[in-house]
């Protein structure tokens, strides 16, 4: 549905995205993820043709981004902070963005229907629309970019300044509406993307970092295989020695505690490497105790904060 | 063209239905209606050459504040965004806002229509000048109107967009006011380039093709400006 071929952004000299390419599928929901100020929204503004690419090119559903109309026949677009025109009733604001899509008449009556019943939106429809709280406006804004029933879904962080019920609705609403189209959502909010998409894309500082499924951005984070164990009654030496022996790649740190127990940590390169059935083997045969064995969980905001160089707080 | 006229409605309907919009119409009104009082109960004249003189000086106040929201509030607001994204050109965008700012001039000039018809209750008025009169106020007021939307799409401030656009027309006053001290030649170049002299011309009863040919130049000038405008912005 979108592919992206080497697509830049300049602002003056500064790059706000550079060297981007990439492929979303059909009916695939991608989220576009990164700190603030990495590039989101300029990579989804050149997507809708609202900024031109310095340089790159790519295509909607085939058709490239120079032919801006036809791209733009294709895309439901519901910009950062969901914008509208606050002097309007949500009915006239949907008809009038209607309207000014190609819809009409019936045809239009209907959509509106429709979308303002799966936004829930159709009890404030002769409401103002800056009489109305700001999930309300969210709502009216994903009604309005639906309209004309695009194949592809552009939507600029689409949760900010919710609160936790009213993101947990539009969560729904975009899962919802994902079953039939393509979505490409953007969020600095980790837990928001990993609830609602198929696979995601992490930009920092203007580049394209790791594009994957959860899980594939995991293992690309976890470069390996970590296991943390607590051990007593043995001898901190004879253990080191023993696990030197059966895993001699194996990097061990071992950390005596005030009880007089041992933490440690195993690291190996391998992902494959047998780290917990060595230590138990070696801890048993010198006579020790096995307290407590875990594997490191890698979990996608480790990823993130390896990504894009961050200190996990 | 559909998408031109859907917008122009929207915009109509936002002009008439917010209290801004109800303000400067009365206001503007108001003015009308003394200037237009004041010759004909103060100086005791059935015409109106008074008033045409002095809409100028009106319009010059009244236009930049009907424009000054057109494109400066969308961009503030981000719903310019939401515009450029509708799979609409820069230009139907322009030509849709400036036919709205045209029809709201057209129906304030319709009411003042009341005032020609009460001179004709009292008095015998040149109906040919009266005539003369309002076509040239339309043309004036489509250059100006033209002026006053391309300042509006210079920057996300209605107020600072008001202030760009009353500057442009007002420098243009000034220096129509100013070219007769000026040298035979400048003088003559000074009345091609500006509005004013084919608009004193034309409340002469001097009506060329050249004064409509030039008022159509000038809106279409600003116009293709206001277009270029937008434009730009998405390659800054």
Avoid at chain 1, 201 to 218: F, P, V, Y
Avoid at chain 2, 72 to 84: N, Y
Avoid at chain 2, 124 to 142: H, M, N, T
Wanted: charged fraction near 20%.
């Amino acid at each position: 549905m979108i592919k992206a071929q080497s697509l830049s952004r300049k602002y003056g000299d500064t790059f706000a995205v550079r060297d981007l390419s990439f492929t979303i599928n059909k009916g695939e929901v991608m989220g576009l993820l990164g700190p603030n100020g990495a590039g989101k929204s300029t990579t989804m503004k050149m997507l809708v043709c609202y900024l031109p690419p310095s340089s790159g090119e790519a295509w909607i559903g085939g058709v490239p981004l120079c032919d801006s109309i036809a791209v733009r026949r294709q895309i439901g677009y519901l910009p950062e902070n969901a914008p509208s025109w606050n002097d309007l009733s949500v009915i006239d604001h949907l008809r009038f963005t209607g309207r000014m899509q190609g819809l009409d008449g019936g045809t239009l009556r209907d959509r509106i229907r429709t979308m303002a019943g799966l936004c829930h939106v159709d009890g404030v429809l002769h409401r103002r629309i800056d009489e109305l709280s700001k999930g309300y406006r969210q709502r009216v804004g994903l009604a309005a970019s639906m309209l004309h029933d695009p194949e592809l879904l552009i939507l600029d962080e689409p949760t900010t300044g919710l609160d936790p019920n009213q993101i947990v609705e539009i969560r729904q609403l975009i899962r919802r509406l994902a079953e039939a189209k393509t979505v490409l959502l953007s969020s600095h909010i980790l837990s928001e993307v990993e609830a609602v998409c198929d696979r995601m894309m992490i930009i920092d500082r203007s580049e394209l970092k790791a594009i994957g499924t959860a899980e594939e951005l995991a293992a690309l984070a976890s470069g390996g295989n970590r296991l943390h164990a607590v051990a007593r009654d043995i001898d901190p030496d004879a253990l080191r020695t023993r696990i030197g022996e059966a895993l001699p790649e194996v990097t061990l740190t071992i950390d005596e505690r005030d009880d007089g127990s041992l933490a440690l940590e195993l690291t190996a390169g391998d992902p494959d490497a047998p780290l917990a059935a060595t230590l138990f083997r070696s801890v048993a045969e010198g006579g020790g105790v096995l307290l407590e064995m875990r594997p490191e969980q890698v979990t996608l905001e480790s990823v993130f904060h390896r990504l894009t160089g961050e200190v996990a707080q | 063209m559909r998408q031109v006229l859907v917008l122009c409605g929207k915009e109509l309907r936002v002009a008439f239905d917010t209290a801004q919009g109800a303000v400067v119409a009365v206001a503007f009104l108001l003015a009308c209606g003394f200037f237009f009082g004041n010759n004909l109960f103060l100086m005791g004249q059935a015409e109106m050459r008074g008033f045409f003189a002095v809409m100028p000086l009106l319009l010059m106040f009244f236009i930049p504040a009907m424009a000054m929201r057109l494109f400066a509030d969308e961009l503030h607001s981000g719903t310019f965004e939401l515009l450029a994204t509708m799979p609409v050109s820069s230009m139907q965008l322009v030509l849709g806002k400036y036919l709205a700012l045209l029809l709201q001039l057209l129906i304030l000039f319709s009411l003042t229509l009341l005032y020609p018809w009460s001179l004709s209750l009292l008095g015998d008025p040149d109906g040919g000048r009266i005539a003369a009169g309002y076509l040239a106020l339309l043309l004036l007021s489509s250059g100006y109107a033209a002026v006053c939307l391309y300042a509006s799409s210079l920057t996300r401030h209605a107020m600072v967009a008001y202030i760009i656009g009353f500057a442009l027309l007002f420098a243009a006053y000034l220096l129509s006011q100013a070219a007769m001290t000026m040298p035979p030649a400048v003088q003559d170049w000074l009345r091609m380039v500006l509005p004013l002299p084919g608009y004193r011309a034309m409340l002469r009863g001097v009506i060329g093709l050249e004064n409509g040919a030039y008022f159509l130049c000038m809106t279409l000038f600003f116009l293709a400006l206001t277009g270029f405008q937008l434009e730009r912005r998405r390659w800054q």
